[in-house]
Structure formats: C-alpha cells, structure tokens
Nanobody, 129 residues
Framework: QVQLVESGGGLVQPGGSLRLACAAS????????IAWFRQAPGKEREGFSC????????YYADSVKGRFTISRDNAKKTVYLQMNSLKPEDTAVYYC??????????????????????WGQGTQVTVSS
C-alpha cells in the first residue's frame, strides 16, 4: 500500500524558515519523481516543485524559485522541502505527491494535480506575524 506522509508544518514569522518532510512507504521511492503542491483557502491546488528519480534534477515554479529547495534521501525514503524567506502568501496546506508511472531520466510530470496519483494528507504551513 503506497503511503506518503508529510510533516514539519507549523506557524512561522515572515522571513522565517521551515523544513517539510515527505516519508514514503509501500513503494520503492528511488524509482519515482516526487512533487510538492500547496493549496491555500479558496484557491486551486498549485504544484511548485519536483525532483526527478535519477540524478535528482529539480524543478521549481517561479513563485518559490530561489527560496525553496527540494531534495531526496532514498535510503531514508524521504523527500524534503527546505523553505526559506517565507512570505504570508506561502500560507497553505502542503502536499507531496507521486505519479503511478515510473519515468526515466530527469523527467518530472508537469505541475498538474491530475498527473499525480498518490498523495499525502497534507501539512499546514502558516506564515504570519
């Protein structure tokens, strides 16, 4: 049974940092690209970062580029999201997601929720003073 579990969310002041973790079980994490999405109240779910299965090539949306860093530790079956210089507009529930399909090389599916099949339950990130 495939399972993704996010952790590390919380309340942080603007300009602060958080590190989220996405722990995988029930499948071989090494084979899969993993993405991070977020959803703010009243808004659509937004994909913003992905790390490919091999070589760990990373992709970022402009909204987080230069502030967020995605990484993976396959031995620990965990993907991380380091978030720096947080802004109030980063407030959202954060989800990690994986596609059912195994892609080769440095490919990540586009940041469309329909392209991902496995989802965690989400972790709340609130940026506020």
């Amino acid at each position: 049974q495939v399972q993704l579990v996010e952790s590390g969310g919380g309340l942080v002041q603007p300009g602060g940092s958080l590190r989220l973790a996405c722990a995988a079980s029930g499948f071989t994490l090494d084979y899969y690209a993993i993405a991070w999405f977020r959803q703010a109240p009243g808004k659509e779910r937004e994909g913003f970062s992905c790390i490919s299965r091999s070589e760990g090539t990373t992709y970022y949306a402009d909204s987080v580029k230069g502030r967020f860093t995605i990484s993976r530790d396959n031995a620990k079956k965990t993907v991380y999201l380091q978030m720096n210089s947080l802004k109030p507009e980063d407030t959202a529930v954060y989800y990690c997601a994986a596609p059912r399909k195994i892609y080769t090389g440095n490919y990540c599916p586009p940041f469309e929720a329909s392209r991902y099949d496995y989802w965690g339950q989400g972790t709340q990130v609130t940026v506020s003073s």
